[in-house]
């Protein structure tokens, strides 16, 4: 799959932006608040070098989960929990998925958890303070005998949606979702989701969210607005089922844009990342906020860093909550020691105008070297990962939202 951001290529700028401003990021750079100092920081009981730590991140009230990764090639992925009581965060439990091999999405709801990985969807399940495992959900019978890659999972309630971009039933990579009910606490396939219009390539499946009776589902391999221009496809749930209810495409976008890299879908706010984005400079990303009214589900803003720069890839990774939503980068350091990535803070005002009220930083430029690889927030509390690190283990920055 040709879904690789070090790929992508130089554009000009998008359409309805104007290229006499040439740097249309930096233009509310002095409404930025000074960074806020983390409230904790999280780091693995048995932490090593290189353990990924921070590669997935989730929270829900008072309980986070994180995932890392053993160092020894082969084992599991390596799940962390903490639970916060009077302000201070403490890893209540580490366990592994049983899964030998790395990837390990997850969704956090209240007492559930579950974790997305090459052979199946682990479901655990927590009492007394314990969490165990209550169900291995096996791969969709499509999915069986290929190289399965689950990267998105997503959950609301007793319904939860998974991702493969790589089903083949449209074309090789066309991608697919699966829907999944839980009753009397067993988890089943009750619907496969594609795009009415989806086509070899355009990996339907790579992000997804659920509200309610609403789920979005990205394919940002789509190519109408240009190769990987991507799009985001919205479903409503009816007594027929779950049914296609729209296909978004960004106002403003380019080839290689990229737009459904991730997305994010609560409070009825559903926000997507772009990281392809050149609007400010080659790959410097963008995000968009949409809301739903009468009409369906409407751009209410294009979300730009306000000291974006070539290759910051802002948008690659995204949580949405009601008139909040935090973008994070995937900049990646050629050197160490150089300013590296954030996660931005964006509020939603009364009359629906987007602004950037905030931007999260480590405060340690010369240590961290992934600072906004994956956001998570829940109330006025956001997670930031920081999996990769020089010469130490990853971490996760807890922060109040402003």
């Known amino acids: 799959m040709a879904l690789v951001l070090t790929a992508v290529a130089v554009g000009a700028c998008g359409a309805g932006?104007?290229?006499?401003?040439?740097?249309?990021?930096?233009?509310?750079?002095?409404?930025?608040?000074?960074?806020?100092?983390?409230?904790?920081?999280?780091?693995?009981?048995?932490?090593?070098?290189?353990?990924?730590?921070?590669?997935?991140?989730?929270?829900?009230?008072?309980?986070?989960?994180v995932v890392g990764q053993s160092t020894v090639p082969g084992t599991a992925v390596v799940l962390y929990v903490f639970t916060r009581q009077g302000g201070t965060w403490t890893e209540q439990q580490r366990f592994v998925t049983g899964d030998p091999l790395e990837y390990g999405a997850i969704a956090l709801q209240g007492d559930t958890l579950a974790v997305a990985a090459h052979q199946g969807v682990y479901v655990f399940m927590r009492s007394g303070g314990t969490w165990s495992l209550t169900q291995k959900i096996a791969p969709p019978a499509s999915t069986q005998g290929s190289h399965t890659y689950f990267p998105s999972i997503a959950m609301d309630g007793d319904e939860l949606v998974l991702g493969w971009p790589m089903d083949p039933a449209g074309g090789s990579n066309a991608g697919a979702a699966f829907?999944?009910?839980?009753?009397?606490?067993?988890w089943s396939l009750a619907k496969k989701l594609v795009a009415s219009d989806g086509a070899a390539e355009e990996a339907f499946g790579w992000a997804v969210g659920i509200e309610g009776d609403r789920i979005a589902v990205s394919a940002p391999g789509d190519d109408d607005r240009g190769q990987y221009s991507g799009s985001v496809y919205l479903y409503a749930h009816a007594t027929q089922g779950w049914t296609q209810q729209q296909k978004l495409l960004p106002s403003a976008t380019t080839s290689e844009g990229l737009f459904g890299y991730v997305l994010s879908l609560h409070g009825g706010t559903l926000a997507v990342g772009a990281p392809g984005d050149n609007t400010i400079a080659a790959t410097a990303g963008a995000a968009y906020?949409?809301?739903?009214?009468?009409?369906?589900?409407?751009?209410?803003?294009?979300?730009?860093?306000?000291?974006?720069?070539?290759?910051?890839?802002?948008?690659?990774?995204?949580?949405?909550s009601g008139a909040t939503v935090v973008a994070g980068t995937l900049h990646a350091a050629k050197t160490w020691g150089e300013e590296l990535g954030g996660a931005y803070v964006f509020g939603r005002a009364a009359d629906g105008g987007w602004t950037q009220r905030h931007k999260f930083t480590s405060g340690d430029p010369a240590k961290l070297h992934s600072f906004g690889y994956t956001v998570a927030m829940h109330g006025s509390t956001c997670l930031v990962g920081s999996p990769v690190q020089k010469r130490g283990p990853g971490e996760v920055y807890v922060f109040g939202l402003p």
């Not at 829907?179 to 067993?186: D, E, F, G, K, L």
């Not at 803003?301 to 000291?307: G, I, V």
């Open 289 to 320: 906020a949409f809301a739903e009214s009468g009409a369906g589900w409407v751009e209410q803003a294009k979300l730009l860093p306000a000291d974006g720069k070539p290759n910051l890839q802002f948008g690659g990774s995204i949580a949405a």
């Open 179 to 186: 829907v999944y009910t839980r009753a009397a606490a067993t």
């Open 17 to 65: 932006e104007s290229s006499s401003d040439p740097e249309p990021g930096h233009r509310a750079a002095n409404l930025l608040a000074a960074a806020a100092a983390p409230q904790a920081v999280l780091t693995a009981s048995d932490a090593v070098e290189n353990d990924w730590f921070g590669y997935q991140v989730a929270i829900d009230g008072d309980t986070a989960v």
